[in-house]
């Protein structure tokens, strides 16, 4: 009853109570609230989470009205908010009133005392009850949920199927409940239950078809995405699912089509555009996928993730200078995008513009090292502007990755010898005639590197007889 009063009074007028009786405590004198009265100034309270300030509320409210079954279940709730679950059970235990909310409370009482069957018992007695509705039902999934008891849920959902009709709404939560659990199989079984309950629910096949996708059953995600066109055959987040149904499911092909048809029913054409061109962009037809992101760029000009597309297509079609181009007008757009600044720091590498090409690699940080073509890059980058202590912190990196890459090993050398620390030098070049002897795993190395290794092999003896000038013993 008080929750209907609750719901008539406006928040204003609730407001206005918890300012008397907050008066009412500052002045230390006595006003008159009904039962109710107190109990929407608690739940205010609770609202902002002041818990020991709700329990004073209902505290209050016993002083004037003792017994009062609605205050002592409100009070056990206030309890248990604070922690206090014997507490909240003999308070519990003072009431009479064996209806819903008492088995709610006596059902998060026992999962904190970890009584299992006897939560499970409460919330069979809520299911039962004769004014029991879905939404209660939904709440004990809730509290399950949050007391990390998903496991009571196979026991309890037999049950609300069979009291229920119609319980598709509950079994629904469930499997978004499952979904975020990673739990696809069981999600996929109750998204099937509840469209055998209501087969005309887009978004029910929809969700299927996302759960079957991230199980990589992309036929029946496909599949599900036909029963729900077929309901709603204009619903654009269903028709451009099914393209990213195909696309992750490499028929690259359909997923251009499928994205095209997306094109026509959205508004965002600016991203059906860019899908389309993903797509023709993994079939490796380049100029369709410019094509198609040029239209983009003139719907949003300024997506960085757009030029840097536009760069990356070039560039495959060996257009380097369109892809540096494009890849400037995408950090114009977003500086920060660290990914564009070392692509447009290799190809500005390429291009022999190093100081440029540091400026843009040297956004990243190569420690650790996550992407070796672009440390190698912002390491040869260094060498040629004698940023050799630079480099060497990026190959000292790469060469624990990867000890056996002579170019590393070469670099390296190199870098000591133009800082002018020879006995580095010289443990480096120990160090890599040693790794020469290794022939086995040499053998294992693309052919590039094991030709720079004879070539580096033929080298050491120069180095050696370049290091012997500079140090006093004979390497």
Known sequence: MQYILQERMKESDIRILRERYEKMLEEGTRCYFEPDELEMIADLYEQEMAYRKALQVISLGLDLYPNNEQLLLHKSRCLLSLGRVEDAANTLAHTADRGIEYYFIQSEIELLRDNKDDALAAFGNIITTADCTIEDCIDILDICADNDCVDLLEHITPIIEKNFADASPYLRELAMLYEELEKDTEAIELYNKVLDINPFSTDDWFALSKAHARHKEYDKALEACDFALAIDEHDENVIAFKGYCYYDNEQYAEAAEQFGIFLQHTSDKAVAYELIAEAYGRM?????????????????????????????????????????????????????????????????????????????????????????????????????????????????QLIKQDPYEPHYLFDIILCYLQLGDYEKAAEWVAHSEKLSYNTEEIETLDESSRKTWFYIKERIEELRNILNVYLDEKL
């Open 284 to 396: 490796e037809q380049h100029e369709k996928a410019i094509e198609n992101l040029l239209k983009a760029v003139e719907l949003n000009d300024r997506s960085h993730d757009l030029y840097y597309q536009l760069a990356v297509n070039y560039y495959y079609l060996g257009n380097i200078d369109e892809a540096i181009d494009y890849l400037y007008k995408g950090v114009s757009c977003d500086d920060t995008d660290i990914e564009a600044h070392v692509f447009l720091g290799e190809l500005l590498l390429q291009k022999e513009n190093y100081e440029e090409a540091y400026k843009h690699l040297s956004k990243s940080d190569f420690t650790p090292v996550t992407d070796t073509i672009s440390a190698t890059a912002y390491a040869d980058v260094c060498i040629h502007l004698q940023k050799y202590n630079e480099a060497i912190d990026v190959l000292l």
